[in-house]
C-alpha cells in the first residue's frame, strides 16, 4: 500500500510508492547534449553578453575581455528589470505592478565542459563566494525583499544554455513558496520553541536512514516527504538563518558537500537533469531563530502531470530511504 | 517591462511577458506519437485491465468484453489504493498515513487514435456523465474527502499510454491546490458576499479580452493571471460549486466548449501536450456560496524551472489576452 508522508515544515502530503520501489535504471534519462560549442558565456565572446557586473579571477583586466574565472552579468532576457518603480494598479478585480527587479547570470567557469562535479573545489568555493557576494550587494536595495539563487542543469530541467551558469533574482515581494516554509517554521517554533529543521537534523543523527553524505558543517539527506525522486538537501548542521553568514571554513565544507552530493546523482542516475534552489531567508528579517537555510537539489526524472497539477501533491516513486542508500554507497 | 499579476482567487503572482510576447510558432511543441499499435485499451483486449467498474454502451453485453462505448477500470499501478485504514502514525517529528483511496481509468473510447477534437459530441456527453456517475458513486464512501478528475494528454504531459483515458482519483483529504483556492474565494466572499468566480465572469462580459469562446451556459477563456502560456479556464456561467449538479443541457453545452476549446489549442500550438483538471467543491461541503467549479486546461510548452520551484511564482511569456485573440480567431 503507497504511503501518504506529511511534510513537517510545509504541511505538504506526499505520495510514496513503498511496494514497487523504482529503481534508477527505470528512470528514463535524456542524455545531456555534447557540449563543444563556443558560446556567449565563453572566453572572447564577453561583448555577446550585457556588460558584467563583477568578475573573479586575474585582477588587472580590462572589464568584458577574457582572463575572468567567474563572471555575473545581467540576464539578456530577465524576468524582471531593474529599473524604475512598481506602480502599484488595479483593473477591476485584477491587481497588478511592473516587473521590478534584479536577474543576474553567474557564469560559473570559463570552461565550457565543466560541470560542478568536474570542478576542483577551489573553483566551486568561488562559485559559492558569488552567491554571497551578489546577495549582499543586491540586498542594499531596500526595494528588493527576497533574493534566489538557483541553477537548472539540462534541458529537462529548463536550462536553455549548456555552458555553465547559476542564475540570481532579486525580487519586491517574499515568494510564496518560501512563505509556506517560514509559516510552517514559524507554527512550530511557536509550540516546540526549537527550529523544526535543526528538530530534522537531530533526528537524522540518530536514525541515519535518509543521509547522503556529511561532514562537520553539513547534511545532505534525502527529505522524509522527499516531492522528487532522488531529492536532496544539503543543509548547515548549526542553525543558520542567513546564508550570507558564511565564513571560509563553512564554504570548504559547502564546496565539498555539494560537490560530492551532484556527482552521487551523476553517478547512480546517469547525468539527469536537476534544478537546485537555495532558501535563505527574507531580507527584512534574516537573522531568526526559526527558520536554517538550505539547497534543495531536484533531479528531474518524472512530469508533473494533471494529478500533481490538480492538487499541488506529489507522487514519489522511489522512497527516500532508498535513494539515500542508493546514493550514499555509490 | 514584465507585468506581475497577482490572480484574484489563490493571491499568487504570476510574471507576464508583456515586450516581447513570445507567439505560438516560437514554442516548441514535442510531436505526438504516432497511434497505432493495439493497447490494453482497445476492443479485445478487455482482460489485460484490472476488472471494469462500469462500461457504456451495449446493454447486454458480457462484462470485460468488446462492444462498449467508454469503459472505467482501476488504475492497474494506483497512486493509493482503495481497502484499509488510514493508519495515521508518526516517526518522531514525521507524520504518515496509508495510501487509501481509488484511483481510476476512464477509458474514453474504444478507438486508439480518436481523441476529444476528433470525437462527436455525443461522445463527449458520455465521457462528462461518467465523470459525474463516477463521482456520485464514489462520494458514498465516507473516507473521502475530495474528488479529483483529470487527463493528461501527451507525454510532456506525462501521460504514459496514448490511448485516450482520463483519470480519477477519490482521496481522504482535500488538496493544497484545492484549499488554497477555497481559502482564497471564502476570503473574497468574507468582504464582498460575491463569488470571486462570479465577478471575474461578469468582468469578463464587459472587458472580452481574455475570451476564447462561449454559449449560453459556459465561458472558455484565458484567465489574468494564467500560469502557463495558453491556459484555458471553462466556466459555467451561472454559480454552482458542485459539477456532479449538471443536466442535460448544460452537459450539452460543456461538450461544446471543451471540444471547441482543445481543437482551437490543438491547432493553434500544432498538438500541444496538455493537462486538464476539474476542480469543483470538497464532499463534505459540496454546495457553496463562495466556489464555483471549473476545468483548468494546461499545454505544456514550457519547463517549470528552478525559478518556479523555488518561489511557486510562474513566468508566462505570452500574456493572456493575446493568447485569448489567437484560440478566438482560430
Known sequence: MPELRRDPVTGRWVIINTDNPRQPSEYKVEPQPKKSVKCAFCYGNEKMTPPEITAYGVEKREKNSPGWTLRVVPNKFPAMQIEGNLDKAGIGLFDMMKGVGAHEVIIETPDHNSEIPDRDEKQIRELLWSYR???????????????????????????????????????????????????????????????????????????????????????????????????????????????????????????????????????????????????????????????????????????????????????NPTPPELAAKTLREA
Request: hydrophobic fraction near 35%; charge should be negative.
Open 133 to 315: 557576494d551578489r546577495s549582499l550587494d543586491l540586498r542594499k536595495d531596500k526595494r528588493f525583499k527576497y533574493i534566489l539563487i538557483f541553477k537548472n542543469y539540462g534541458f529537462s530541467a529548463g536550462a536553455s544554455l549548456d555552458h555553465p551558469h547559476s542564475q540570481l533574482i532579486a525580487m519586491p515581494f517574499v515568494p510564496k513558496r518560501v512563505m509556506g516554509e517560514i509559516e510552517g517554521s514559524v507554527k512550530y517554533f511557536g509550540y516546540r520553541e526549537r527550529c523544526v529543521y535543526c528538530d530534522m537534523i537531530r533526528q537524522e543523527a540518530e536514525e541515519k536512514d535518509l543521509t547522503v553524505s556529511e561532514n562537520k558543517h553539513f547534511l545532505s539527506f534525502t527529505p522524509f516527504a522527499s516531492r522528487f525522486p532522488y531529492e536532496t538537501c544539503i543543509i548547515p548542521k548549526e542553525h543558520f538563518s542567513d546564508f550570507t553568514n558564511i565564513n571560509d571554513e563553512i564554504i570548504g565544507d559547502l564546496a565539498y558537500i555539494l560537490k560530492d552530493t551532484l556527482t552521487r546523482i551523476r553517478k547512480v542516475l546517469k547525468d539527469p537533469s536537476y534544478n537546485y534552489i537555495l532558501h535563505s531567508a527574507p531580507l527584512d528579517d534574516p537573522e531568526r531563530d526559526d527558520f536554517h537555510w538550505h539547497i534543495e537539489i531536484m533531479p528531474r526524472l518524472t512530469k508533473v502531470a494533471g494529478f500533481e497539477w490538480g492538487t499541488g501533491f506529489y507522487i
